[in-house]
């Protein structure tokens, strides 16, 4: 098997059509214990083997069984709720749009997100049928990282579907303060964090950080 493992960056280096790929030591420990578990595979998993190449044959190994198994449902990340994947579900079966909020889970800090966080949720195609987030009108879209998700909220409506229990809201203050073309400043939890060319772009930002409105200014 040619593969390389770099423990320094906890990482297996492995040979592409036009260069290398990368795939974490992590990433193949959950996605292996997660494959095992839904298949019912004869393999163990065990913490002491992350990073070996016993552990990426495995996940090979159980990759080839998968696309056997031809899966049908949409794959999530081993860490996300079952509630949230329920309200992505029903969303990409409804076609309505829903606003994601990202963030650390173990703190419930918000990461106030602002790119690729409002749209249609879809899902990829291949073995792993992963769950995407299409811009209106579009037919493509980005990866969800739904493992990361601290809050869901209904567009149209603007309710919250689902709030992580340590979710929290971060302290938003806008003032005047000019520093070349820019003229207020946004402060988070009393840092400064973004500026802009008018109260009236940074009293939008705040309110779509806070999913107040559903625009972010340009």
Partial sequence: MNVVVNHQQELFVVPAAHGVSTLGFEYVF????????RLNLPITVREDEKGTIGQYADYQRAIGEARKANLKETWFHLDTPVEVRRILER??????????FYG?????????EENDVVGIVARSCGIFKVPLLLASGESWGTGILDHC??????TA??????????????????????????????????????????????????????????????
């Fill in 149 to 154: 998700i601290v809050r869901l909220m209904d």
């Fill in 30 to 37: 959950g996605q292996l214990k997660q494959l095992v578990a």
């Fill in 157 to 218: 409506s603007r309710k919250v579907l689902w709030t992580h229990p340590k979710h929290q809201a971060p302290v938003m203050q806008i003032a005047a303060e000019r520093q070349g073309s820019y003229t207020h400043v946004v402060f988070v939890n009393g840092e400064p964090h973004a500026r802009f060319a008018g109260y009236g772009k940074a009293a939008q930002w705040v309110a779509f950080m806070a999913g107040e409105c559903t625009e972010a200014p340009q």
């Fill in 91 to 100: 969303y990409r079966k409804s076609g309505n749009p829903i606003r994601i």
């Fill in 104 to 112: 650390d889970t173990e703190t419930g800090r918000d990461w106030l």
